[in-house]
């Protein structure tokens, strides 16, 4: 069996948390040759390069960004050991690891994760966003415990996995004020050669507003396209042109990018999914989010 190098780890951990070995090598009293060779040495162990070199700076590959999370879970529950041999109280908080596909949009992401932060126990919520197959791999190794995607798990998937509905919604069409209230009248065909901002062609939304636009005989004016769901309301609200948002989110998109209503497609739905490899939940911040989402 190969062993960790635990000083191995503990140098890569403050390289990539103070951001370069010079820093490093002061918080720990060495050169930094030492703690490079040492970096080194772990790379051989683990079979990863987990820096790059960037200009002059080292940069986390994506092997060295898993590492340093791992790491970091590993020095704070070393730490809890030493305070719980010393007889100092701990209080550890739970611990939340969450998987955002990238084509939810953020706004209803937290909206299903706000439910997590008011427990009565602290809880410690680390979230990851990427592709729904990168968070569905990383769900069924046991690095994730429930990922929110747009549409549920492949049956294709090797690890069995549970997609819980979230629900639903319709589609809203936003634009800044002026541009809304000219293509709130006629809508949905106002939006014919309207302007418009949208989710990269890749997505599940994206395809959902498409399939909706083609029955609808519309065609509008393609400005621009976003894989962050974020700054494409940015750029609605510097009067780009309309932006697609979950009508469930409608409210929160207008008080806080200043967009109105041109319209609401209910037959554009989109659906949510939290999913698990537990059918039944036991993760008391993973039954919270459902069960808080699930009663609207």
């Not at 002061?26 to 703690?35: A, D």
């Not at 004020?177 to 949905?188: E, N, V």
């Not at 200043?258 to 008391?284: E, M, N």
Request: charged residues 20%.
């Amino acid at each position: 069996m190969e062993f960790l190098n635990y000083h191995h780890l503990r140098y890569f951990w403050m390289v990539a948390r103070e951001g370069g070995l010079r820093k490093a090598a002061e918080k720990l009293n060495l050169s930094q040759p030492t703690i490079s060779a040492q970096i080194s040495a772990l790379e051989r162990s683990v079979g990863e390069k987990l820096f790059r070199r960037s200009g002059r700076s080292l940069v986390l590959t994506e092997a060295g960004r898993r590492a340093f999370e791992v790491a970091q879970e590993i020095f704070s529950l070393g730490q809890e050991f030493m305070d719980h041999v010393r007889g100092h109280r701990v209080s550890r908080a739970l611990r939340l690891h969450a998987g955002i596909s990238d084509s939810v949009p953020k706004l209803l992401a937290w909206e299903i994760l706000a439910p997590a932060f008011r427990l009565k126990e602290p809880v410690q919520v680390n979230c990851r966003e990427g592709s729904a197959e990168d968070l569905l791999g990383a769900l069924a190794t046991g690095r994730l415990d429930v990922v929110i995607a747009g549409e549920p798990a492949p049956p294709s998937l090797a690890v069995k996995v549970h997609s819980h509905a979230l629900g639903f919604c319709g589609t809203a069409f936003c634009a800044v004020p002026a541009l809304a209230k000219r293509l709130r009248k006629g809508f949905p065909e106002s939006l014919h050669g309207a302007p418009m901002l949208l989710p990269q062609a890749n997505t599940a939304w994206r395809q959902l507003i498409d399939a909706w636009l083609h029955r609808q005989g519309i065609q509008p004016q393609l400005v621009a396209e976003f894989d962050d769901a974020a700054l494409m309301k940015v750029a609605g609200a510097a009067g780009l042109g309309v932006v697609p948002v979950p009508e469930r989110v409608l409210a929160d998109a207008s008080l806080r990018y200043g967009l109105a209503r041109a319209g609401v497609a209910k037959d554009c739905r989109v659906s949510y999914f939290a999913i698990t490899v537990q059918r039944r939940i036991t993760h008391p911040a993973v039954s919270a989010m459902l069960g808080a989402f699930q009663e609207k």
